[in-house]
């Protein structure tokens, strides 16, 4: 299960969830409102590796290398 980021639509909160699948809907913990995931942080493959050529998008990845 990995953590992701998300930006609040509503009031702009940015945090951490921890979701079963990158597709979960996620609400934001402080207003409810509806979130987008946010890429701004370090992507790191399945073996913890950085990777310097994931954007993060996973619906646009041909996988982690």
Do not use: H, W
């Not at 409102?33 to 370090?42: K, L, N």
């Not at 992507?43 to 994931?54: E, N, P, R, V």
Request: hydrophobic fraction near 20%.
């Amino acid at each position: 299960m990995p953590f992701l980021q998300y930006k609040c639509e509503k009031c702009g909160k940015k945090f951490d969830e921890l979701v079963k699948s990158y597709l979960d809907k996620v609400q934001c913990p402080d207003c409810g409102g509806a979130t987008v995931r946010d890429y701004s942080g370090e992507i790191l493959t399945a073996t913890g590796q950085t990777s310097k050529k994931c954007s993060g998008n996973c619906k646009t990845c041909s996988g982690c290398r």
